[in-house]
């Protein structure tokens, strides 16, 4: 066995209503002071009334940052960063999905008394120095993992996306209150849930930091989702299946913290970059594609992996049963019915060739002229 090191967020609390506990969780870190990070998605849903709830019932302040964005940029972690600071705030609480998760995380160090860096400074890996806000991420949706993660993926100008990666962005709670994602509607919860499996995936086959705490949580994860992921899509209010997910994302999260995820997504972040779709539908639309081109480097490692995934028509191999898992939760298949010309995809070949932090932990290497036949098979 090669060595490893695995890290990943000290405190975990799932529970169904746990958000009620959020200010006295602040309060066992010592805040007087919490600033919430989320989107009007959110407070349109009324998500946040047990947030509020438990603060109103506490001697721990509260403020409000409502206007995070899908595909965050730099100027919406700057104004919440400078909310924070004029808050006084001393914890910050991620509250929503992979983009509101995210934003927390930098601003908990942007936001802390003795940051010197400017957020220019933070990209990149290890960038970060100093120290952090206390940090608490409340998931929405099951898919990112960003409360088990060490990095924020941050749009910077038009189409480029630039991460964040550092320990200290390692969250110190994540709250997984699974009554938060009963109203998630089907197409959001497919597509997170099918991206929380593609992080399974890529982190069972990672080629660098590929490590057996990483590979248990990954096949855990594969198993959790592939059998709760129809029912959720289906049933939203099914709080069994709702919980499963959102430990599963959680579980895939741990895992590919450590064991990073590779081709998928270095080909899906140029889908979003120039199209605006979702993270988790970019990565299911290029999957099957991708997992086909590594399948001759990593046919072994698919074949350990697909008895574990369940689903609706749990036979083949693994491509066949993510293929039908993606076909059972409806989400569109080809990347010409999401409005995309096909002049358009060298573009996204050559942008996908500048996630190389992703491409060196693909089992297979891939090179522009690789990718471009992806997406024109994808298309
Ligand atoms: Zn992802």
């Known amino acids: ?29 010592g ?43 730099d100027t919406t972690v700057r104004a919440a960063a400078e909310q924070a600071l004029a808050a006084g705030a001393d914890i910050i609480i991620g509250f929503g999905g992979g983009s509101s998760m995210d934003v927390a995380k930098v601003v908990a160090l942007l936001a802390s008394g003795d940051c010197r860096q400017s957020l220019e400074e933070l990209y990149g890996v290890g960038s970060a120095q100093g120290k952090r806000l206390p940090l608490i991420q409340v998931p929405t949706t099951a898919g990112t993992g960003s409360e088990v993660t060490p990095i924020a ?4 100008g038009e189409t ?67 059998n709760n992921i129809v029912t959720a899509v289906h049933q939203g209010d099914n709080l069994e299946a709702r919980s499963a997910m959102l430990l599963g994302a959680l ?23 120039h199209f605006h779709i979702p993270h988790g539908l970019s990565n299911s639309l290029v999957l099957p594609q991708v997992l086909r081109f590594n399948e001759p480097a990593a046919a072994t490692l698919y074949d350990e992996l697909a008895p574990l995934v369940g689903g609706p028509e749990p036979t083949g191999d693994l491509i066949h049963r993510m293929e039908s898992l993606i076909g059972a939760v409806e989400l569109p298949r080809r990347l010409r019915d999401m409005d ?25 290497e891939v090179s522009e002229a690789d990718a471009l036949a992806i997406y024109r098979e994808a298309y």
């Open 1 to 29: 066995m090669n060595g490893f090191t695995f890290n990943t967020t000290p405190s975990i609390l799932h529970e169904a209503g746990g958000t009620e506990r959020l200010a006295s969780l602040c309060r066992e870190h």
């Open 251 to 273: 579980q895939a999260g741990q895992a590919f913290a450590n064991a990073p995820v590779a081709a998928v997504h270095a080909l899906a972040y140029p889908l979003g970059g």
């Open 160 to 226: 480029t996306k630039s991460g964040i990666v550092s320990p200290l962005l390692l969250p110190d709670i994540a709250l997984l209150d699974p009554a938060l994602t009963l109203g998630l509607p089907p197409h959001v919860t497919a597509a997170t849930g099918i991206d929380a499996m593609v992080h399974a995936i890529e982190a069972y086959t990672s080629k660098i930091r590929k490590n057996p705490v990483s590979d248990a949580l990954a096949r855990e994860a594969l198993q959790l989702l592939s």
């Open 153 to 156: 993926i941050i749009t910077t």
């Open 31 to 73: 805040a007087r002071s919490a600033l919430v990070i989320t989107d009007r998605g959110i407070v349109g849903a009324g998500l946040l009334g047990a947030a509020e709830r438990s603060f109103a019932d506490s001697d721990v302040a509260v403020d409000w940052f409502t206007r995070v964005e899908a595909d965050p940029p």
């Open 340 to 364: 995309i010309g096909e002049d358009v995809l060298p573009t996204l070949a050559a942008d996908a060739m500048k996630q190389q932090r992703l491409l060196v932990n693909n089992p297979r």
